[in-house]
């Protein structure tokens, strides 16, 4: 099984975290299940995000995808997300 793992810092949590949970369905339809969401212990408003992937294809292309990144913009992240896809 494969999984995507994002990091990005958020200017403001409460704002990105409704934003987050507003896109869910659309990151079901890309394959993705959300597995964990963790704070930095010594920056709290840097997020990392697990994802466990279905599809490594439709998951990259959903990474990339203008959508992710308007929504992603608008949610208040700062600078692009760090994204790794990984697998056992």
């Known amino acids: 099984m494969a999984h995507m793992l994002i990091r990005h810092k958020v200017r403001d949590f409460a704002k990105w975290k409704a934003a987050y949970d507003g896109h869910r369905q659309t990151r079901a339809a890309a394959g993705l299940k959300d ?7 010594d920056d709290p408003k840097e997020i990392l995000l697990l994802f466990e ?5 439709k998951a990259k292309a959903f990474a990339v995808s203008a959508e992710l990144k308007e929504r992603m913009t608008a949610a208040g992240v700062i600078g692009p997300p760090d994204i790794s896809f990984l697998s056992a």
């Open 35 to 41: 597995l964990h969401l963790w704070h930095n212990v």
């Open 53 to 57: 992937a279905a599809d490594v294809s």
